[in-house]
């Protein structure tokens, strides 16, 4: 079966996370990428914000690269709403930060949802800095995505409240417990 490399730099990068997505997904390693950096800057219709790559010379973002079976391809479209909200794009990447560029996958935010106002909810965050953890990107990748303030989740938001379940269950199946300073509100 053909696969195909994937960038993963925000909630994805949590093997557990991906894996209910992708189950095929597989993880090759942590890697870099040059002119890009992680921002919470995309309008979720949860009403958060969830992280996208924004180019900028001089910057560096680290992810995750994971090899995943070409069939599921749609799938991952779909959970990152491409190409309406997401376009996939391929960038390379250099494995551990080092060596040869490799040509992956990933999602940039389009133009239309980005946003500088919002946050990202606490579980969201969460998903973010559990993967950067989990598979050991360097600590100023891992201070990025976990500090900063949240948003508090609306009353009754039935999105919200699931896209929560479904985060806490991937971290719990990683064995990951919410920082203290982001409760899940």
Not at 110 to 130: D, F, H, K, S, T
């Amino acid at each position: 079966m053909s696969r195909f490399v994937y960038f993963a730099y925000g909630s994805n990068m949590l093997t557990q996370r991906l894996a209910a997505r992708c189950p095929s997904a597989e993880v090759i390693g942590r890697a870099e990428a040059t002119g890009v950096y992680v921002s919470y800057c995309l309008a979720s219709s949860d009403g958060s914000a969830k992280a996208g790559l924004r180019r900028a010379t001089g910057k560096t973002a680290w992810g995750v690269l994971f090899s995943i079976d070409l069939d599921e391809s749609g799938v991952l479209d779909r959970f990152e709403g491409a190409p309406k909200v997401y376009q996939r794009a391929q960038i390379d990447v250099r494995p551990d930060g080092s060596g040869a560029p490799v040509s992956a996958a990933t999602y940039l935010p389009q133009p239309g949802y980005i946003v500088e106002n919002r946050l990202p909810y606490a579980w969201y965050r969460a998903l973010c800095a559990g993967g950067a953890r989990q598979h050991a990107l360097p600590e100023g990748a891992v201070a990025l995505l976990a500090a900063g303030q949240n948003m508090k989740m609306p009353v009754g938001s039935v999105r919200a409240v699931e896209g929560q379940r479904r985060a806490l269950s991937a971290l719990d199946a990683a064995g990951i417990a919410l920082d203290q300073e982001a409760p899940v509100s």
